[in-house]
T-cell receptor, first 109, second 110 residues
């Protein structure tokens, strides 16, 4: 799987938008961009994924650069419950997900 | 649906003991995975299965064994436990798209 680069940590104020960046300059044409998050003492949970177009769901939005070499996960209004480690993962087909260290998001009340 | 369930939640083993971590999913998923997560690190793949009777090694398979006799169950066996196997173990399953994770088993080997 192609590698991704994420900042180690980010901080946000509660109720403000958060933009979590991910670089993936070696992405292949068949790689989907997946985002998972891991709340403290829990297993990872799916957030969103996309291929080329921007995607929205009830949890977040995913903005994908036109050349697909970077993407941004957008949390529209951060809450304390959004404090977690966020993983950006490239994956094609049904190969296993490969996790990096992710970005630790802290939310300040 | 219960999703992915794992037992036990916690376990302390002595060096050299053996145990089986249980994983069950009720979503009829063909793909199942075992990961371990050491403190401050991301998840590392131990073994995975693409269907009943089919298993394959991941990144860190040494010291572990798996079997997949049914679609629902994917147990992970530790033989001769070592302190290096102290970790949190996550089981996961998927069919297409979203991968579902269990709550984890926290294992300490002393």
């Amino acid at each position: 799987d192609a590698k991704t680069t994420q900042p180690n940590s980010m901080e946000s104020n509660e109720e403000e938008p958060v933009h979590l960046p991910c670089n993936h300059s070696t992405i292949s044409g068949t790689d989907y961009i997946h985002w998972y998050r891991q709340l403290p003492s829990q297993g990872p949970e799916y957030v969103i994924h996309g291929l080329t177009s921007n995607v929205n769901n009830r949890m977040a939005s995913l903005a994908i650069a036109e050349d697909r070499k970077s993407s941004t996960l957008i949390l529209h209004r951060a809450t304390l419950r959004d404090a977690a480690v966020y993983y950006c993962i490239l994956n094609s087909g049904n190969t296993p997900l490969v996790f990096g260290k992710g970005t630790r998001l802290s939310v300040i009340a | 649906n219960a999703g992915v369930t794992q037992t036990p939640k916690f376990r302390i083993l002595k060096i050299g003991q053996s145990m089986t971590l249980q994983c069950t999913q009720d979503m009829n998923h063909n793909y199942m995975y075992w990961y371990r997560q050491d403190p401050g690190m991301g998840l590392k793949l131990i073994y995975y299965s693409v269907g009943a009777g089919i298993t394959d090694k991941g990144e860190v398979p040494n010291g572990y064994n798996v079997s997949r006799s049914t679609t629902e169950d994917f147990p992970l066996r530790l033989e001769l436990a070592a302190p290096s196997q102290t970790s949190v173990y996550f089981c996961a399953s998927k069919e297409v798209g979203e991968q579902f994770f269990g709550p984890g088993t926290r294992l300490t080997v002393l």
